[in-house]
C-alpha cells in the first residue's frame, strides 16, 4: 500500500506542476490579449494544449494508482475520491495528501478565474471587432450570397463592402 502511496504522490506531485505551467501559460495569455500580440498569443495557445495533454495523462496515471488502492483497501468502487482516500489513510500519509489536494484545487481555481478573465477579454475583443466591420460596410454581413441548398441566391446585389459615400 505504501508503495501506491508514493506512486500517488509523485504523479500529484507533477499534477501540480503541470497546473501551476498551466496557471502561468493563463496569465501571460492574458497580457497577450490585452496587447494584441498574436504570435505570442498563438504560441502560448500551443504550450497550454501541450500542457493539458501531459495534464490528461497525469490524471489516467492517478486515476489507475487510486484504482490500485481502492483494491488494497477493500473498496472496490471505481470513484475513489481523494477526499475518501484521506479519510481511509493514517498519518503521515493523511496529511501529505490533505496538502497535496488543497494545492490542487487551490490552483486549478486560480486557473478558471484567469481563464474566465481571458474569455471575456477575447468576448470584448470580438464584439469591438464586430462593431468596427460594421461601421465599415454599407449591409450587414447576414445577406449571404448562397441559399441552403448551396446554390446562388436569385436576385442577388453585390454588396458594398467600404461605405464610399463617407
Known amino acids: 500500500m505504501e508503495d501506491f502511496l508514493e506512486n500517488l504522490f509523485d504523479t500529484l506531485d ?3 506542476v503541470v497546473y501551476r505551467e498551466i496557471l502561468q501559460a ?6 497577450h490579449i490585452i496587447s494584441g500580440d498574436i504570435d505570442k498569443l498563438e504560441s502560448v495557445i500551443f504550450r497550454e494544449r501541450n500542457l493539458a495533454e501531459n495534464l490528461v495523462l497525469l490524471e489516467e496515471k492517478r486515476r489507475y494508482v ?10 472496490y468502487d471505481t470513484s475513489l475520491t481523494l477526499q475518501k482516500l484521506i479519510e481511509h489513510t493514517q498519518d ?13 484545487l487551490e ?6 478565474e484567469v481563464n474566465n478573465v481571458n474569455t471575456s477579454l477575447t468576448r470584448y475583443s470580438l464584439e469591438y471587432v464586430n ?6 460596410c454599407s449591409e450587414p454581413l ?17 454588396r458594398i463592402v467600404f461605405e464610399t459615400s463617407a
Do not use: C, H, W
Open 107 to 112: 490552483v486549478a481555481l486560480k486557473v478558471q
Open 66 to 75: 487510486m484504482e490500485s488502492i481502492s483494491q488494497q483497501i477493500g473498496q
Open 142 to 158: 447576414d445577406n449571404t450570397i448562397y441559399q441552403q441548398t448551396g446554390k446562388v441566391k436569385e436576385g442577388y446585389l453585390n
Open 26 to 31: 493563463a496569465e501571460e495569455k492574458q497580457g
Open 131 to 136: 462593431s468596427l466591420i460594421k461601421s465599415l
Open 92 to 104: 503521515p500519509f493523511r496529511s501529505k495528501l490533505g496538502v497535496k489536494r488543497e494545492v490542487i
Open 14 to 16: 507533477k499534477m501540480i
